[in-house]
């Protein structure tokens, strides 16, 4: 039993910030590549970033020098810092995880429940 939980969603001004945490919990064995996506009604879910166990990171264009994406691994947690925030960035994030839940039952994707992100004018 894994959960990817999230927290830190909310309405915010134009150029306002906020950030974001993912909680992985339950039995598993170790957390690979993590990451965080969103979603507008009626399009597809879309790459925002992604950090591996040893920190690498990568970034969408557009969102590259406004979004810091972290984890802390002794707290199987996630974070992404959201700077500058603008209209466009309206929508429902999602956070991401491949997980090695046990040697017998192997790996998976794993998907938290969606945060919605508002940013008004």
Do not use: H
Request: charge should be positive; hydrophobic fraction near 30%; include cysteine.
């Amino acid at each position: 039993q894994v959960q990817l939980v999230e927290s830190g969603g909310g309405l915010v001004q134009s150029g306002g910030s906020l950030r974001l945490s993912c909680v992985a919990s339950g039995s598993f064995q170790r957390i690979g590549v993590m990451g965080w996506y969103r979603q507008v009604p009626g399009k597809e879910r879309d790459l925002v970033a992604t950090v591996t166990t040893n920190g690498s990171t990568q970034y969408a264009d557009s969102v590259k020098g406004r979004f810091t994406i972290s984890r802390d691994n002794a707290k199987n947690t996630m974070y992404l810092q959201m700077n500058n925030l603008k209209p466009e960035d309206t929508a429902v994030y999602y956070c991401y995880a491949f997980i090695w839940r046990t040697v017998f039952s192997g790996s998976s994707d794993y998907w938290g429940q969606g945060t919605q992100v508002t940013v008004s004018s």
